[in-house]
Every structure is written in C-alpha cells, then in structure tokens.
T-cell receptor
Framework: GENVEQHPSTLSVQEGDSAVIKCTYS??????FPWYKQELGKRPQLIID?????GEKKDQRIAVTLNKTAKHFSLHITETQPEDSAVYFC?????????????FGKGTHLIIQP | GAVVSQHPSRVICKSGTSVKIECRSL??????MFWYRQFPKKSLMLMAT?????????EQGVEKDKFLINHASLTLSTLTVTSAHPEDSSFYIC???????????????FGPGTRLTVT
C-alpha cells in the first residue's frame, strides 16, 4: 500500500517568513495530493490540493508543488501569520483506482513566532 | 455547502459495550464515505471505505467484526464499535465525497469527529 513520509515534524518560523513542508509518497499510481490544516480538537480542513497532471498550484499565500518523477510534493506558505499556527497533514490517494481513501503523513506542527 | 456532521461528538462507555457513531452528509449525496481514526497528537489512519448499498472495504489490520460499518443511504454511514475496550479509545473522524459537484470528485469533506472514551 501507499506510504507517505512528511518532514519536518515541527517547524517554527518568524511571523512574515515562509514555511515549507515536504512529503514523499511510495505508490507511483497515486494521483491526488491534498494538504489539510488541523487545529486542536477540530476536523481537518482542506487548504489546497493538486492532481498528478499539474506541477504547481497556488492560492494566495499557499502553494503546492509536485514532482511525480521523484514522488514528492511540498507545501509553501508565504508571509506567515499567527493564525497559520496548526498541524498540517499531507496525504495521497488514487481515487477511482482502488485506493480512494487518503493515506496521511504524520503531520507537521507549524509554530508562527510573533 | 458540502457539510458533514457526526453524532455524538463525545461518548464515554464501559468496557464490553457497543457504541454507534453516525456520519451524515447534510447538503449533498455521498456514495462513498470514509472512516478514520486519530490518536492524540498523531496522524489520521484510514480504517475503511464505506460504499452505499454494499459492504465496506476495510484496511489491513482493521477488524471488520469489531468495527461494523453500514452505509444504508446516500447521506448516512454508521460505525459501530462492538465490545469496546480501553484501547479503542480514540478520535474517530468520517469523511465524504460529493459526486454531485463537477470537478470535485476527489475532494473529501471531513466531519467534526467523535471522541470515544472506553472506561
């Protein structure tokens, strides 16, 4: 089955700086890669996703890049703000290909220092 | 739109009893729902994929007789933890996919989760 590795486990950045979280996956057939933000005790919230036919996607301060050859994808958050502090999870799946459910990375605790 | 609810939000039960958790898609039809489990400060682990009108598909290592899943309608899936033990204490979260939205086949919407404590 799919295995998703996520680094770092904890990331502390100064407010206004950029944050980068990286993930690798093992199943070359995976074709959907979402990123979720989860605050303590709350449900995961989708912040951005990318499909395997695209190399990069951006939504305001958030961007995701995908390298299919290397099987890794990254989340980039620019101009970080205190409200960006949370746990971020990457995930991979193969919708319609027998692996519809998401395989999650272990999470990154992002801390924005004021 | 695309709201998923879960009930109850918290439940405490005694060891040996069974607990049912409901997952509902409130404003869309979900032919597929998913059940995840999350331990404190850990990641989400997929337990099973629930398909409306058919048997659930369980992930390796998940006991189907212990975690009974029923998806009898397009808006409701239930997870029943049978003969619960303290090690079953966890945060259970469901998600649903909205097949009705063009281009959103892949996105999963998560419920708020159910905190189960077995004493």
């Amino acid at each position: 089955g799919e295995n998703v590795e996520q680094h770092p486990s904890t990331l502390s950045v100064q407010e206004g700086d950029s944050a980068v979280i990286k993930c690798t996956y093992s199943d070359s057939a995976s074709n959907y890669f979402p990123w979720y933000k989860q605050e303590l005790g709350k449900r995961p919230q989708l912040i951005i996703d990318i499909r395997s036919n695209v190399g990069e996607k951006k939504d305001q301060r958030i961007a995701v890049t995908l390298n299919k050859t290397a099987k890794h994808f990254s989340l980039h958050i620019t101009e970080t703000q205190p409200e960006d502090s949370a746990v971020y999870f990457c995930a991979a799946s193969r919708p319609g290909g027998g692996a519809d459910g998401l395989t999650f990375g272990k999470g990154t605790h992002l801390i924005i220092q004021p | 739109g695309a709201v998923v609810s879960q009930h109850p939000s918290r439940v405490i039960c005694k060891s040996g009893t069974s607990v049912k958790i409901e997952c509902r898609s409130l404003d869309f039809q979900a032919t597929t729902m998913f059940w995840y489990r999350q331990f404190p400060k850990k990641s989400l682990m997929l337990m099973a994929t629930s398909n409306e009108g058919s048997k659930a598909t369980y992930e390796q290592g998940v006991e189907k007789d212990k975690f009974l899943i029923n998806h009898a309608s397009l808006t409701l899936s239930t997870l029943t933890v049978t003969s619960a033990h303290p090690e079953d204490s966890s945060f259970y979260i469901c998600s649903a996919r909205d097949y009705g939205r063009q281009g959103l086949l892949y996105e999963q919407y998560f419920g708020p989760g159910t905190r189960l404590t077995v004493t």
